[in-house]
């Protein structure tokens, strides 16, 4: 279960974050997808959490757009995460047309316990 933060410039368009929330869960459960948590293209509620969250005043950021991703860390995507980094700043490029962005994909040890 991916957990996603957005950080935004101010100026950054409501309608440009709206479209990027849109996309933002397939294509990040599309790079982090592994054997052990395998991706079948049917999201349901807690599969993908979405924050999105204006710079403050003191925050100092030289792109437009910083997104991060943490998911649990599986070899299989520590082996080639610098790949499935890159291949998720390409497909939200390509889903948005955005270009002043960055990606961070971070792969913690973690556990994840969820109710219904």
């Known amino acids: ?16 974050l709206r479209e990027l929330g849109a996309v933002l869960p397939h294509l990040v459960s599309v790079a982090v997808e592994c054997p052990e948590e395998p991706y079948d293209g049917d999201l349901q509620p807690g599969d993908v959490e979405l924050r999105f ?3 403050g005043p003191l925050d100092r950021c030289g792109l437009d757009i910083v997104i991060e991703v943490r998911s649990k860390r599986f070899e299989s995507r520590a ?4 790949q499935r980094v890159d291949r998720l700043h390409e497909s939200i490029a ?3 047309g955005l270009d002043d962005f960055g990606v961070y994909l971070a792969l913690p040890v973690a556990a ?3 109710g219904e």
């Open 112 to 114: 994840w316990s969820q």
């Open 53 to 55: 969250r204006q710079l």
């Open 94 to 96: 390509e889903a948005t």
């Open 79 to 82: 082996a080639d995460r610098q």
């Open 1 to 16: 279960m991916p957990l996603v933060e957005v950080t935004c410039a101010p100026g950054v368009p409501e309608h440009t």
